[in-house]
C-alpha cells in the first residue's frame, strides 16, 4: 500500500477493445490493488464492465470525437480535475490529449495534475500530433516511438521521454499452453476444417494497413505449392470500412481460398486462438510502435512472422529474429513459414516485456513527477 493515496485520471477515446485500451484496464487494476483511486474517461464500450469489476471508475464523456463540439468539454474538465482532486492526468490519444491540455494548461501551476502522455503510434507528422509530446512526461511503448519523437519533434527533450514497453501477464501467456478439452471442442466444433493442416493466424481489426491481403495471398501461394494451409483472421470489422471488409472477402474468392480462410470477428479467447495456431503474422504495412500479438504469441511458444518494421521488428530482432520479413516480400513470407515448418525453430524463453514491469514503471512516473513537484515547492 502506497504512503498516500493518488487519484489517476486515464483519457482515451472508446473502451471497446485493442492493446491502448487493454494497457489503460491494466493500469487501472494496478492503481486499485495498490489502494489508488483510478478514475478512465472515454465513450464507453464492451471494456467498461471489466473495467469496473476490478474497482476503477468510469466516466463516459465523448472526449475521443472529432468535432469541434468536442471542445466544449475544456471547461467541463477542468472543473472536473479541481473537484475530484486529481494528482495524475494521463492521455492516451490525440484529440482527448488535446482536451486534457487546453484544461490543464489554464490551471494554477500549484494546484492542478501532473500531465502525462504516451506515444502509442507512429502518428502522421503534424501539429495537431504534436499534442502527444507535451506531457511533462512522455511514455514512449518502445524505441521505435522514442525514435519517432526524437525525429518529429526535436523540442522534446530527450530526459522528458520514458520508455517503458508494453507488457505480457506470464501467467495468461504461459510458454507451452494448452486450451482445454471443453474450449478445443467448441472451436474445432466451429471450425472442423482447422482440424487438419497448417494454421496460419493474423490478429488485428479489418483495417487496410494490417496487411490481410498480403496475408490472403500467402495462404494462396501456399496452397499453391500443395502446402495444406488455412489461414485465420481474428479481429472485428470497422463499421466505417465495411467496404474494405467485402474487399478482402472477395479477394478470397478470387484467388481460390474462400474455403481456406476463417474469419472470427472480435475474439477475447485470442490466447487459446494463438495456442492452436503454427504460425503468428503481423503485416502492417505501417510501422507499429509496438507488436502486442507478437510478443502474446512468442511468449506463448509459438513462431511469430512479421514485417521487418517500426515496433514488429524491434521486437522479432530482439526475441525471434528469424520471423523478420523485408516489408512488402511476399515471396519472403513464403519462404519463412516453409523454413518454420521444415526445422521447426524453438522460440526461446525471454525474460522482459511483462506486465507487472510495465505496471510498475508507468506508477514509477506517476510517483516521479509528483514527487519533483512536492520539492519544487520546497
Same mark, same amino acid.
Not at 479481429?235 to 466505417?240: A, F, I, K, T
Not at 503454427?278 to 511458444?301: N, Q
Given at each position: 500500500?502506497?504512503?498516500?493515496?493518488?487519484?489517476?485520471?486515464?483519457?482515451?477515446?472508446?473502451?471497446? &477493445?485493442?492493446?491502448?485500451?487493454?494497457?489503460?484496464?491494466?493500469?487501472?487494476?494496478?492503481?486499485?490493488?495498490?489502494?489508488?483511486?483510478?478514475?478512465?474517461?472515454?465513450?464507453?464500450?464492451?471494456?467498461?464492465?471489466?473495467?469496473?469489476?476490478?474497482?476503477?471508475?468510469?466516466?463516459?464523456?465523448?472526449?475521443?470525437?472529432?468535432?469541434?463540439?468536442?471542445?466544449?468539454?475544456?471547461?467541463?474538465?477542468?472543473?472536473?480535475?479541481?473537484?475530484?482532486?486529481?494528482?495524475?492526468?494521463?492521455?492516451?490519444?490525440?484529440?482527448?490529449?488535446?482536451?486534457?491540455?487546453?484544461?490543464?494548461?489554464?490551471?494554477?501551476?500549484?494546484?492542478?495534475?501532473?500531465?502525462?502522455?504516451?506515444?502509442?503510434?507512429?502518428?502522421?507528422?503534424?501539429?495537431?500530433?504534436?499534442?502527444?509530446?507535451?506531457?511533462?512526461? /512522455?511514455?514512449?511503448?518502445?524505441?521505435?516511438?522514442?525514435?519517432?519523437?526524437?525525429?518529429?519533434?526535436?523540442?522534446?527533450?530527450?530526459?522528458?521521454?520514458?520508455?517503458?514497453?508494453?507488457?505480457?501477464?506470464?501467467?495468461?501467456?504461459?510458454?507451452?499452453?494448452?486450451?482445454? &478439452?471443453?474450449?478445443?471442442?467448441?472451436?474445432?466444433?466451429?471450425?472442423?476444417?482447422?482440424?487438419?493442416?497448417?494454421?496460419?493466424?493474423?490478429?488485428?481489426?479489418?483495417?487496410?494497413?494490417?496487411?490481410?491481403?498480403?496475408?490472403?495471398?500467402?495462404?494462396?501461394?501456399?496452397?499453391?505449392?500443395?502446402?495444406?494451409?488455412?489461414?485465420?483472421?481474428?479481429?472485428?470489422?470497422?463499421?466505417?470500412?465495411?467496404?474494405?471488409?467485402?474487399?478482402?472477402?472477395?479477394?478470397?474468392?478470387?484467388?481460390?481460398?474462400?474455403?481456406?480462410?476463417?474469419?472470427?470477428?472480435?475474439?477475447?479467447?485470442?490466447?487459446?486462438?494463438?495456442?492452436?495456431?503454427?504460425? /503468428?503474422?503481423?503485416?502492417?504495412?505501417?510501422?507499429?510502435?509496438?507488436?502486442?500479438?507478437?510478443?502474446?504469441?512468442?511468449?506463448?511458444?509459438?513462431?511469430?512472422?512479421?514485417?521487418?518494421?517500426?515496433?514488429? &521488428?524491434?521486437?522479432?530482432?530482439?526475441?525471434?529474429?528469424?520471423?523478420?520479413?523485408?516489408?512488402?516480400?511476399?515471396?519472403?513470407?513464403?519462404?519463412?513459414?516453409?523454413?518454420?515448418?521444415?526445422?521447426?525453430?524453438?522460440?526461446?524463453?525471454?525474460?522482459?516485456?511483462?506486465?507487472?514491469?510495465?505496471?510498475?514503471?508507468?506508477?514509477?512516473?506517476?510517483?516521479?513527477?509528483?514527487?519533483?513537484?512536492?520539492?519544487?515547492?520546497?
Amino acid at each position: 500500500m502506497a504512503s498516500r493515496q493518488l487519484t489517476v485520471l486515464q483519457l482515451l477515446p472508446h473502451l471497446e &477493445g485493442g492493446g491502448v485500451e487493454r494497457g489503460t484496464l491494466d493500469v487501472s487494476a494496478e492503481l486499485v490493488r495498490r489502494g489508488h483511486r483510478s478514475l478512465v474517461m472515454s465513450g464507453g464500450g464492451r471494456l467498461v464492465d471489466g473495467l469496473n469489476a476490478t474497482g476503477g471508475e468510469h466516466l463516459q464523456w465523448p472526449i475521443g470525437e472529432k468535432s469541434l463540439w468536442t471542445f466544449r468539454y475544456v471547461r467541463r474538465l477542468r472543473r472536473f480535475l479541481q473537484q475530484e482532486g486529481v494528482d495524475i492526468l494521463h492521455a492516451r490519444s490525440r484529440v482527448p490529449a488535446w482536451i486534457a491540455y487546453l484544461a490543464w494548461k489554464k490551471m494554477d501551476p500549484s494546484q492542478r495534475p501532473r500531465l502525462v502522455t504516451t506515444v502509442h503510434g507512429l502518428y502522421s507528422v503534424s501539429g495537431y500530433s504534436a499534442i502527444m509530446t507535451r506531457g511533462e512526461r /512522455v511514455i514512449a511503448v518502445s524505441d521505435t516511438a522514442r525514435r519517432y519523437i526524437l525525429d518529429n519533434y526535436p523540442d522534446v527533450p530527450e530526459e522528458r521521454i520514458s520508455v517503458i514497453y508494453r507488457g505480457v501477464d506470464r501467467d495468461e501467456f504461459p510458454r507451452g499452453y494448452t486450451p482445454p &478439452g471443453e474450449w478445443l471442442d467448441t472451436w474445432y466444433g466451429s471450425y472442423p476444417q482447422l482440424r487438419k493442416g497448417i494454421v496460419l493466424t493474423l490478429a488485428g481489426r479489418l483495417t487496410r494497413l494490417k496487411g490481410h491481403v498480403d496475408f490472403i495471398e500467402l495462404i494462396a501461394g501456399l496452397r499453391n505449392k500443395g502446402i495444406d494451409a488455412h489461414g485465420l483472421i481474428v479481429g472485428g470489422e470497422d463499421p466505417r470500412r465495411l467496404e474494405y471488409a467485402r474487399e478482402i472477402r472477395d479477394k478470397c474468392a478470387e484467388l481460390g481460398v474462400a474455403d481456406h480462410v476463417v474469419f472470427t470477428g472480435h475474439r477475447s479467447d485470442v490466447r487459446e486462438i494463438y495456442a492452436v495456431t503454427d504460425v /503468428v503474422f503481423s503485416l502492417s504495412t505501417k510501422p507499429e510502435s509496438f507488436g502486442r500479438t507478437v510478443v502474446e504469441a512468442l511468449s506463448l511458444g509459438v513462431p511469430v512472422v512479421g514485417y521487418d518494421h517500426g515496433g514488429v &521488428g524491434e521486437i522479432l530482432q530482439q526475441l525471434f529474429p528469424q520471423g523478420r520479413v523485408p516489408l512488402g516480400d511476399k515471396a519472403g513470407l513464403i519462404a519463412s513459414v516453409e523454413a518454420i515448418l521444415s526445422t521447426g525453430p524453438e522460440v526461446e524463453a525471454f525474460s522482459g516485456y511483462t506486465l507487472q514491469s510495465m505496471l510498475d514503471r508507468t506508477i514509477d512516473v506517476y510517483e516521479e513527477l509528483l514527487d519533483s513537484a512536492e520539492k519544487a515547492k520546497g
